[in-house]
Each structure stands twice: as C-alpha cells, then as structure tokens.
C-alpha cells in the first residue's frame, strides 16, 4: 500500500512491529544513481531472509518498499542498495539519508518463494531496485553450491555496480535492451541449454521487462517462474 491516508497509515503503524531505534552509519555512492547505505541498531530476534524487504513510511500518506541486501544479526548492521529514480518521495529520502540520522522503521517483511534451498539452479533478473534482492542471494547460493546467473538491466553509469558489489555471474544489458529487443531474451543460454530449463527464476524490477521475460521463458521452457513487479512507469509505488 503505496499511499493511503494518514489515520490509517497511523494506525498500521501502531500495529506493526518495529526495528527498535535505527542509525545511518554508512553511506557509500557506487555511483551517481545508486546508494548504499548502512544501518546499526538492535536486531536481536530480528530474522532476515533472501528477499526480505522493509516498508519505509516516507511521510504522512506514503511508504516505499526496499530489500535489505545484507544483514549481521549480530552487529547489529543491514544495508540497503537503493536506486535514486529522482522522481518520487522514496527516492528522495533515501538520497537525503545521511551518516547519524536516525529513522524508525518497520520490521523487514519476507518472500519465502524466492528462495527454494532445494532447487539447483537459478536466474535472478532485474535493474538497479533488484541489486539489494541479488546480493541476498548471493551468498547463499554459494554457501549452498547452486548455479546461479544475474541477468540485470542497467543505465550506462550503473553497468559496473554488480562488480562493486562483489556480485559474480551477471549478464549486463543496456536498460530497456530486452525490451526492445525481444527476441534476445530467447537467444540467451540460461534459456537455451537443457540443463538449465528447470531452473528458478526469480524476475523482478521494472514490470514490463519483467513480464516479458516471463512470456518469452514460458515459451521455451517449464521452468519456476516467480515474478515481482517492483515499479511500473507512470505509477507512484507498487
Ligand atoms: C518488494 C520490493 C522491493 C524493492 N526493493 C528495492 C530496492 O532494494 N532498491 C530500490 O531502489 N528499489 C526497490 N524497490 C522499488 C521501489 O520501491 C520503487 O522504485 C518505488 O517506486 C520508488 O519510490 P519513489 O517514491 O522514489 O517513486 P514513486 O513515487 O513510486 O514513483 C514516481 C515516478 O517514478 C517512477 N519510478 C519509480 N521507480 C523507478 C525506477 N526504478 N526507475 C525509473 N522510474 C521509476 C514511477 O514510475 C513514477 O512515474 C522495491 C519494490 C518492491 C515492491
């Protein structure tokens, strides 16, 4: 829920449980449009999960959604890669956010279907707001010995991210190159070689990338296909 009035926004926020006090203690730009940005606070009985993302109450009558990219329990640290689209409240928060501020914050939500410890194989696909979700992944694919491609949409200025982020595997196109170019996505050999028909994928960022990916996937292969529109043009949150 994107928007909604204050009252309720309020009383949601009375319900929900939250992080107890949080600060920025790091912020890094790796690049002019993403952020990361580091949080210290008390995570004791907080669980984190592959995927696991935060609802930020931006103000009176908004919240935006952000995935926690890594987490430390113990010291109490998580971050969040953030992509600043210069257009909405969201974006703007976190590109004010800086060292020594403190915000409260919900606790972090979790999608338990991106992540099958069962499964062998996997293709995480995305733009810039799915870094966070693919650094998740990342270390538990490789602890778990499952394959793995991140295939990502970026601007020009954002194609060198995944390395900074110490990301492996990663297919980089141009933004809106899959898009434009459909018959792409059924040339590429995570769809094409037979052992990966049966991977997971997991496809999320911007919507209508997404869903034509899912189109062309569900025509070459049977594949787990999970989708997860994460901002759609023109539409203030998802
Ligand atoms: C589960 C989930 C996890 C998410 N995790 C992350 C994350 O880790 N990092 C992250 O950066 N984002 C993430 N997002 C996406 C983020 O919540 C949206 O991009 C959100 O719309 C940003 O809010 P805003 O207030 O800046 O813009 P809005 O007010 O929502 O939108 C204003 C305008 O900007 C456009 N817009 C929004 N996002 C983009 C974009 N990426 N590129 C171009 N135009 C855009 C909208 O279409 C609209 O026209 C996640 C979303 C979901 C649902």
Redesign the pocket.
């Known amino acids: 829920m994107?928007s909604a009035p204050k009252w309720l926004f309020d009383t949601l926020e009375f319900l929900t449980p939250k992080l107890p006090s949080t600060e920025v203690v790091e912020t890094v730009f790796l690049s002019k449009t993403v952020k990361k940005i580091c949080f210290k606070g008390d995570l004791k009985n907080v669980q984190f999960a592959v995927?696991s993302?935060i609802d930020f109450r931006?103000n009176d009558t908004?919240a935006?959604?952000?995935?926690v990219?890594y987490a430390d329990t113990e010291k109490g640290l998580f971050e969040?890669?953030?992509?600043?689209?210069g257009?909405?409240?969201?974006?703007?928060?976190?590109a004010d956010l800086k060292v020594g501020d403190h915000i409260v914050m919900y606790k972090p939500r979790g999608?338990s279907r991106y992540y099958d410890k069962t499964a062998q194989r996997f293709v995480i696909f995305g733009?810039?707001?799915?870094?966070?979700?693919a650094c998740s992944f990342f270390p538990v694919l490789k602890k778990n010995k499952q394959q793995f491609v991140f295939i990502f949409e970026l601007d020009e200025e954002n194609k060198d991210v995944p390395k900074l982020l110490g990301l492996e595997n990663c297919l980089i196109f141009p933004k809106n190159f899959l898009l434009s170019k459909e018959e792409w996505v059924s040339q590429l050999p995570t769809i094409n070689i037979s052992d990966w028909q049966d991977a997971n994928f997991v496809l999320?960022?911007?919507v209508k990338s997404a869903q034509m990916f899912r189109k062309t996937i569900k025509e070459k292969v049977s594949a787990n296909v999970y989708l997860?529109?994460?901002?759609?043009?023109?539409?203030?949150?998802?």
């Open positions: 994107p995927g993302f931006v908004e935006r959604r952000y995935s990219s969040f890669v953030v992509y600043l689209n257009k909405g409240c969201g974006s703007r928060l976190m999608v733009d810039e707001t799915s870094l966070a979700l999320t960022g911007n997860h529109g994460y901002w759609l043009a023109g539409k203030k949150g998802l």
